[in-house]
């Protein structure tokens, strides 16, 4: 398996605040990978590290071996990195269709863009059904599920998703963690997940990482972390 991801002794800072230290982590092509952590841990930022929206102050950042770890948000994107972020933001007022749309605005296949979003629709069969509504009329569920179709328009061979369990009522979060896990294995499409629901999060997860104060503590296999009785006293509450 290649490596297509890998961070190497990462520091980032917002201004003097030191948000990640010494982070560690590596993704190869195919996997699903979990970073689970508490509110604040720093996973929102390793994600926004890996984009560039965050510049690391210190370490390295390669994709696909190659050092990505100073160049713009943009570039990052363009090289097939596409992150969900967290709070979905989608566009309220674009319909369904024209959220997909720009999903695409990066690419000029025009077949290749049209059977990306009959998969996408295959995928998500209640967007198929309100293509023309407005997205922002759309449940907080459907729109989570707008937010990632939106970024598999873009064909990512990499997908950041940040907490896409976030506020959704528990069975419409396992409908999205299936489609993940199907996305994942059809597609071949490599995930970064970042969760604080760990339980799903490991359940589908190949690897896992736990974060704690900005700092991987522990990584190992998802079966191993679920098993884990520091991972279940601290994360899965039993
Ligand atoms: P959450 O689940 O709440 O998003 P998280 O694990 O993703 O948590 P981060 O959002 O990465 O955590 O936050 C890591 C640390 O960086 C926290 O201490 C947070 O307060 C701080 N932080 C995050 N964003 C900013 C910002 N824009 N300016 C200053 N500090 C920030």
Redesign the pocket.
Known sequence: MSRILELTKVNSF??N?Q?LYDVDLHIDTGEIITLI??????????L?TVCGVVQARSGSVEYQGLDITKESPNKIVGQGICQVP?GRLIFPELTVQENLDMGAFMRNDKSGIARDLEYSYDLFPILAERRRQPGGNLSGGEQQMLAIARALMARPKLLLL??PSMGLAPLVVRQIFDIIQKVNREAGTTIFL?E?NANLALKIGHRGYV?EN?RIVLTDTCDKLLADEQVKKAYLGL
């Open positions: 917002y201004g605040i948000a952590g508490a509110n604040g841990a720093g996973k929102s930022t390793t926004m967290e940040d907490e970042v604080q974060m900005g």
